[in-house]
C-alpha cells in the first residue's frame, strides 16, 4: 500500500484538528520543515501537506513554508487548501509539488477542475472529497452541501480526474479507525478511479483492512504523531519505498 504521512499547516506551524474543528486543534511540531525531514530520513517518499489556513481563506496561505519543505527534501508533495485558480495551480507545480488537491473547488468550481485536467493532467491533479454523513462538506469542512460524495466524484471522473483522497470527517484525528465501509463503496463503484483513504486510519490492520478492499493508498497524520503508527513502522508496511 501507498503511505502518505500527513502534515497539516496552521500559522506555519504542523497541527492536527479534530473531526475537521478549527477550536479543537493539536501542536504537533513548530518545525514542518525538520518534520518533513524525518518523514524522508525514515524512508518514506510521499507527503500530503494541507494549509489549512488557505482552506479557511480561500487562498494559498502557507505558500512559502510549503515551498521550503519542497525545496529541503525529495519527497513527492502533494498539497491541498485554499487552492482556486490555474495561476495558483501552476505556481506549485512549478515550484517543487508534484500534486495539487482541489477541494472547494471541485463542487463550487467544476470548470476549474476540468480546465486543470485538460492543462496538467491527471496526474499532478487530484480531487479530495471531504465528507459527513456520505455528503460533501467544503471551505475547510466549514460548510456542508447537499451533493453526496459519490455524485461528485462521478462527475470528476467524467472529467478524467483519477486520484480522489476521500475523507470522512468524523473520523479525522480521531484515531477511531478508517470508514472502510464508505471508501470500498466508493472505490468498487468508481473501479477506474484511485481511492485515497484519509481519516481515522491508526494501526497497522486498519491499513491491511483497506488493501484487503481494494484501498491501494492512505494518508496517516494524528496516528504518525501520537506514535500509534511510527515512521519506521509506516516505512515498512510502505510498497513505494526505495
Not at 502518505?4 to 496552521?10: Q, R, V
Not at 515550484?95 to 485538460?118: F, H, K
Not at 483513504?197 to 491501494?216: W, Y
Request: hydrophobic share 45%; glycine share 10%.
Amino acid at each position: 500500500m501507498q503511505i502518505i504521512p500527513a502534515i497539516d499547516l496552521i500559522d506555519q506551524q504542523s497541527v492536527r484538528l479534530y473531526q475537521g474543528k478549527f477550536d479543537q486543534t493539536t501542536l504537533i511540531d513548530n518545525d514542518p520543515v525538520a518534520q518533513a525531514k524525518q518523514i524522508e530520513a525514515a524512508g518514506l517518499q510521499r507527503l500530503h501537506l494541507v494549509d489549512l489556513d488557505g482552506a479557511k481563506t480561500g487562498r494559498p496561505v502557507n505558500r512559502k513554508l510549503i515551498e521550503t519543505i519542497c525545496r529541503s527534501t525529495n519527497l513527492k508533495v502533494e498539497v491541498g487548501g485554499g487552492i482556486r485558480t490555474l495561476a495558483q495551480i501552476n505556481g506549485y507545480l512549478t515550484s517543487g509539488v508534484n500534486r495539487v488537491i482541489l477541494g472547494s473547488a471541485a463542487l463550487n468550481d467544476p470548470d476549474l477542475v476540468q480546465q486543470a485536467i485538460a492543462q496538467f493532467g491527471n496526474d499532478q491533479i487530484v480531487v479530495g472529497i471531504d465528507g459527513k454523513d456520505g455528503r460533501v462538506a467544503i471551505s475547510g469542512w466549514l460548510e456542508e452541501s447537499d451533493v453526496t460524495m459519490a455524485t461528485l466524484m462521478s462527475s470528476m471522473v467524467a472529467f478524467g480526474v483519477v486520484n480522489f483522497v476521500v475523507t470522512d470527517i468524523t473520523k479525522d484525528g480521531t484515531l477511531s479507525g478508517p470508514n472502510t465501509a464508505q471508501l470500498t463503496e466508493l472505490q468498487k463503484k468508481f473501479p477506474d478511479a484511485v481511492v485515497i483513504a484519509s481519516g481515522g486510519v491508526t494501526t497497522v490492520d486498519d491499513l491491511k483492512t483497506l488493501a484487503d478492499n481494494g484501498i491501494k493508498a492512505a494518508i496517516v497524520g494524528r496516528a504518525m504523531a501520537t506514535g500509534d503508527l511510527p515512521l519506521d513502522t509506516l516505512a515498512e508496511v510502505a510498497t513505494d519505498v526505495s
